[in-house]
């Protein structure tokens, strides 16, 4: 118990002063938190402000120009073999799915596995079983991702992103692309990986599923956080102004 | 509880009448206006016009016996000519050759399980026995010859037991010996100075459609890895390297072939000494080779910049380095979608072989011109020659296309 404790108040990711720049646009203005270890962090805001850069910027798929990232002890600069590092246990979710079309569902999960940590194809194959069972389509193994429907690949897409066994995912607006009838499906599966201590940063506009799993909420607007606080604050007495008219417009 | 009883969800209707069969197809195609009735009508009647002409001249007029008389020369060129092959025969070489070729084709077909491959070991082996019945051409063709070619009913067979009772029977395998075939076969039509029955045939002795094979299948074979590499090389942040690619790419593209063999047979031999190892074979097919690999670097540049985005982020956010995402995510992906690209520039690459004439080798095209301008009584017989060439180079290229078909359909292109 004391060491569950002890691991639940270890801060995991650690930003300070963070910034980014597009060309000469300012997204990100000075980000400073940091998320604990199986903490569930939901982070809202308007589009354009910046939420998907920051945890985009958090396993260097966008490359910040000032401030520092600490992720699980390691600090994220232009040491590729510390880029590596820190993305090997670090799991990402598109909006998009991003699964390989040329691969099929087995061949799009085992393959980071057997590249990256070297396992033997059997174990691989074993973990891909097991988790296409977690996600609840352990039938689909063998089909290429066109076969499958916008649920289903998102699912699969989750299970690839667990298959390197990471210690945090990132969750960059998984249900945006999905028709209704799917989102849930989708929801289901990272409630499931939510109660099992799973480390997660999630952008996502599901206002409920925020409120049913967040641990803390951040809202951006305009690259900074305006207001962070758990669900429970944040949805029932927002501090800010612009957080009140952001609640208002999504909940009307 | 329907409003109107006839659309309930259980009844599909047909089609309307107009829609189906024979009359429907003919409808939508051919009759879907005025103006489209009157083009198939006129289309039907040239096309008509040209057929009757063309089959009349087939069957009347045409005189076909030149190809019978030509027979394997096409296919060997000068080879195994006195000048060439001076006290020997030396056609059995070629045909060794061959075999090695069928053999290795029996070995795919177990190793692709049939299928198309099946379809063409069989195909090209059944056509190189049959060249066995044919009448004697310029010069007797002796049973050594006839027996050689029916040879390799037996090569196809054994190639399919190696493959099959043997471990030899993978991809990787039958690449090795592919690449093993080549380097043979070359050893074997040059010769060895000492080496009894193997005796040095120069390579401007080396010709017809045996030298365009040859070229093709080394510039085919060469071309792609160079012309993946300068691609790669063209997108990368190292700017040097990115510079001498493109600097290659655009030499390449932007001098006429024709000027870049000429270059190769006249500069190189006044840049390197005179003994310099590469003969103008080699040259030409250096030269051919990498003219095509700069096309084809355009081509999968083309394919690699297609790809969204998100499929790199997401191979990087599983950790994987790039030269792995380069290797197991981008290209794949980016040569299946320019496969009709890239089998494109191996057909141009096959038909530009015959321009190896400005360098003096004399490739089936060459050849045959030479053999009637040096023997007027058949110059009535070009016509048929020449159609004779192009129906050749049909069937090869036609066969390119069609296979790249089946692979497309194999990997799903577009579907996935």
């Given at each position: 118990?004391?060491?569950?404790?002890?691991?639940?108040?270890?801060?995991?990711?650690?930003?300070?002063?963070l910034?980014?720049?597009?060309?000469?646009?300012?997204?990100l203005?000075?980000?400073?938190t940091?998320v604990?270890r199986?903490?569930k962090?939901?982070?809202?805001?308007?589009?354009?402000s910046?939420?998907?850069t920051f945890?985009?910027?958090?396993?260097?798929?966008?490359e910040?120009?000032r401030?520092?990232?600490?992720?699980?002890?390691?600090?994220?600069?232009n040491?590729?073999?510390?880029?590596d590092?820190?993305?090997?246990?670090?799991?990402?979710?598109?909006?998009?799915?991003?699964?390989f079309?040329?691969?099929?569902?087995?061949?799009n999960?085992?393959?980071?596995?057997?590249?990256?940590?070297?396992?033997?194809?059997?174990?691989a194959?074993?973990?891909a079983?097991?988790?296409l069972t977690?996600?609840?389509?352990?039938?689909?193994?063998?089909?290429?991702?066109?076969?499958?429907?916008?649920?289903?690949?998102?699912r699969?897409a989750?299970?690839?992103?667990?298959?390197?066994?990471?210690?945090?995912?990132l969750?960059d607006?998984?249900?945006?692309?999905?028709?209704?009838?799917?989102?849930?499906?989708?929801?289901?599966?990272?409630r499931?990986?939510?109660?099992?201590?799973?480390?997660?940063?999630?952008?996502?506009?599901?206002?409920?599923?925020?409120?049913?799993v967040?641990?803390?909420?951040?809202?951006?607007?305009?690259?900074?956080i305006?207001?962070?606080?758990?669900?429970e604050e944040f949805?029932?007495?927002?501090?800010?102004d612009?957080?009140?008219?952001f609640l208002s417009?999504i909940?009307s | 509880?329907?409003?109107?009883?006839?659309?309930?969800l259980?009844?599909?209707?047909?089609?309307?009448?107009?829609?189906r069969?024979?009359?429907?197809?003919?409808?939508?195609?051919?009759?879907?206006?005025?103006?489209?009735?009157?083009?198939s009508?006129?289309?039907?009647?040239?096309?008509?016009?040209?057929?009757?002409?063309?089959l009349?001249?087939?069957?009347?007029d045409?005189?076909?016996?030149?190809?019978?008389?030509?027979?394997?020369r096409?296919?060997?060129?000068?080879?195994?000519t006195?000048?060439?092959?001076?006290?020997?025969?030396?056609?059995?070489r070629?045909?060794?050759?061959?075999?090695?070729v069928?053999t290795?084709?029996?070995m795919?077909?177990?190793?692709?399980?049939?299928?198309?491959?099946?379809?063409?070991?069989i195909?090209v082996?059944?056509?190189?026995?049959a060249?066995?019945?044919l009448?004697n051409?310029?010069?007797?063709?002796g049973?050594?010859?006839?027996?050689?070619?029916?040879a390799?009913?037996?090569?196809?067979?054994?190639g399919w037991?190696?493959?099959?009772?043997?471990?030899?029977?993978?991809?990787?395998?039958?690449a090795?010996?592919?690449?093993?075939?080549?380097?043979?076969?070359?050893?074997l039509?040059?010769?060895?100075?000492?080496?009894?029955?193997?005796?040095?045939?120069?390579?401007i002795?080396?010709?017809?459609?045996m030298?365009?094979?040859?070229?093709?299948v080394?510039g085919?074979?060469?071309?792609?890895?160079?012309?993946?590499a300068?691609?790669?090389g063209?997108r990368?942040?190292?700017?040097?390297?990115?510079l001498?690619?493109?600097?290659f790419?655009e030499v390449?593209?932007g001098?006429?072939?024709i000027?870049?063999?000429?270059?190769?047979?006249?500069?190189v031999?006044?840049?390197?000494?005179?003994?310099f190892p590469?003969?103008?074979?080699?040259?030409?097919?250096i030269?051919i080779?990498?003219?095509?690999?700069?096309y084809?670097?355009?081509?999968?540049?083309?394919?690699?910049?297609?790809?969204?985005?998100?499929?790199?982020?997401?191979?990087?956010?599983?950790?994987?380095?790039?030269?792995?995402?380069?290797?197991?995510?981008?290209?794949?992906?980016?040569?299946?979608?320019?496969?009709?690209a890239?089998?494109?520039?191996f057909?141009?690459?096959?038909?530009d072989?015959?321009?190896?004439?400005?360098?003096g080798?004399?490739?089936?095209?060459?050849?045959s011109?030479a053999?009637?301008?040096?023997?007027?009584?058949?110059?009535?017989?070009?016509?048929?020659?020449?159609?004779?060439?192009g129906?050749?180079?049909?069937?090869?290229?036609y066969?390119?296309?069609?296979?790249?078909?089946?692979?497309e359909?194999?990997?799903?292109?577009?579907?996935?």
């Open positions: 118990m004391d060491t569950e404790t002890e691991q639940l108040s270890e801060d995991i990711i650690v930003c300070t002063d910034h980014k720049w597009f060309g000469s646009f300012h997204v203005r000075g980000i400073t940091s604990k199986g903490e962090v939901v982070i809202l805001g308007p589009s354009g910046g939420k998907s945890i985009r910027t958090l396993n260097r798929l966008e910040h120009q401030g520092t990232i600490v992720v699980d002890g390691i600090e994220l600069s040491d590729v073999r510390n880029v590092a820190i993305r090997s246990e670090v799991g990402m979710v598109f909006q998009q799915f991003n699964l079309p040329h691969l099929t569902v087995m061949q999960i085992t393959l980071a596995p057997q590249k990256v940590r070297k396992w033997p194809r059997a174990q194959e074993e973990v079983n097991e988790l977690r996600v609840g389509i352990p039938e689909q193994a063998g089909k290429y991702p066109s076969e499958l429907s916008g649920g289903q690949q998102q699969v989750i299970a690839r992103a667990l298959a390197m066994q990471p210690r945090i995912m969750f607006e998984p249900t945006s692309a999905l028709d209704p009838e799917m989102i849930n499906e989708v929801l289901d599966v990272m499931e990986l939510a109660h099992s201590g799973m480390t997660m940063l999630i952008v996502s506009h599901e206002i409920g599923f925020a409120r049913e967040a641990d803390r909420i951040m809202m951006f607007d305009e690259g900074i305006v207001e962070e606080g758990t669900a949805f029932t007495n927002p501090k800010h612009r957080a009140k008219e417009k909940l | 509880m329907s409003a109107n009883p006839e659309t309930t259980s009844t599909a209707l047909p089609p309307p009448i107009l829609d069969g024979l009359l429907g197809w003919a409808h939508a195609n051919l009759f879907s206006s005025r103006f489209n009735a009157a083009l009508i006129l289309s039907a009647a040239l096309l008509g016009a040209v057929a009757w002409f063309s009349r001249w087939v069957i009347q045409s005189d076909w016996t030149l190809i019978a008389t030509l027979s394997g096409l296919i060997i060129g000068p080879y195994n006195e000048q060439a092959c001076p006290g020997q025969d030396c056609f059995w070629p045909q060794v050759s061959l075999l090695m069928t290795l084709l029996g795919a077909w177990v190793a692709a399980g049939g299928g198309l491959t099946k379809r063409i070991a195909g082996t059944a056509v190189l026995a060249f066995s019945l009448p051409g310029l010069e007797e063709m049973m050594d010859v006839r027996l050689l070619l029916v390799n009913i037996p090569a196809l067979a054994l037991a190696l493959a099959r009772y043997t471990p030899l029977g993978t991809v990787r395998w039958i090795i010996l592919a690449v093993c075939t080549f380097a043979a076969t070359l050893l039509l040059g010769g060895r100075e000492g080496v009894p029955g193997l005796q040095p045939v120069s390579v002795h080396w010709g017809g459609l030298l365009n094979l040859l070229l093709a080394a085919i074979a060469l071309s792609f890895p160079i012309g993946i300068l691609a790669l063209r990368s942040d190292l700017p040097v390297v990115k001498l690619c493109v600097v790419i390449f593209r001098v006429p072939l000027t870049l063999l000429f270059m190769s047979q006249v500069l031999p006044l840049a390197f000494p005179e003994d590469l003969n103008s074979l080699y040259r030409a097919a030269v080779t990498l003219f095509s690999a700069a084809m670097a355009e081509n999968i540049r083309g394919g690699l910049q297609a790809l969204h985005r998100g499929q790199t982020e997401a191979a990087q956010s599983l950790g994987l380095p790039n030269w792995q995402i380069t290797l197991f995510i981008t290209l794949p992906q980016a040569i299946r979608n320019v496969i009709p890239i089998v494109g520039q057909i141009a690459l096959f038909k072989t015959t321009l190896v004439y400005i360098i080798m004399q490739d089936i095209v060459t050849y011109r053999f009637i301008q040096g023997n007027p009584e058949f110059i009535p017989s070009a016509l048929e020659l020449f159609i004779f060439l129906l050749v180079f049909w069937i090869f290229t066969s390119m296309s069609y296979i790249s078909r089946q692979i359909q194999n990997l799903g292109v577009g579907r996935r």
